[in-house]
């Protein structure tokens, strides 16, 4: 295969999966629907009032690895009535939102202590649970990183800023 084809090749690809779209449930992978239908049950449980809460996409820092995991979603109360029959997670049928309803934001992730975690709470209340979110141990809100590290003065300082 040329260089020019694999070239080729690899930018296609590139833009298959920059165009995955996260906001259609069935395009998403099996490993990240579990953890979705976990917040699905949680908030269909809590929140909603009658009406079926439904996926409607995935927020940023996404993290599924064998041991650990956190997954953000934001899901939307619809117009479909809770049905018992149908159960709590995904309905094809139920994609319109309910007017005048908040997002729902759900935090899934497996905390230090190995236990799993799954937080739903309407989006605007989600700044006020940064208390139970910062016990997973993939949650990081802007803190810092390696590169901004100030070692101890005998402590070499290799890949901060102003070390070289």
């Not at 908030?43 to 995991?69: C, Q, R």
């Not at 953000?72 to 309905?91: A, Y």
């Not at 997973?136 to 290799?158: F, V």
Request: charge should be neutral.
């Amino acid at each position: 295969m040329s260089a020019v084809l694999k070239l080729l090749l690899l930018v296609t690809v590139i833009l298959l999966v920059s165009a995955q779209e996260w906001n259609n449930y069935w395009s998403l992978p099996d490993s990240y629907r579990t953890h979705i239908n976990k917040a699905l049950h949680d908030a269909n449980g809590k929140l909603g009032g009658p009406y079926h809460v439904a996926y409607e996409s995935l927020l940023p820092n996404l993290k599924i690895t064998d041991d650990d995991f956190y997954v953000n979603v934001r899901l939307m109360v619809t117009t479909c009535r809770k049905d018992e029959q149908k159960g709590f997670g995904h309905r094809d049928e139920c994609v319109t939102q309910k007017s005048k309803t908040p997002w729902i934001d759900c935090v899934v992730c497996k905390p230090k202590n190995g236990e799993e975690l799954i937080d739903c709470v309407r989006q605007v209340d989600a700044k006020n649970r940064q208390h139970i979110r910062k016990m997973c141990s993939g949650y990081h809100r802007g803190g810092g990183s390696l590169m901004s590290h100030i070692g101890e003065d005998n402590e070499p300082q290799i890949g901060c800023p102003g070390c070289v």
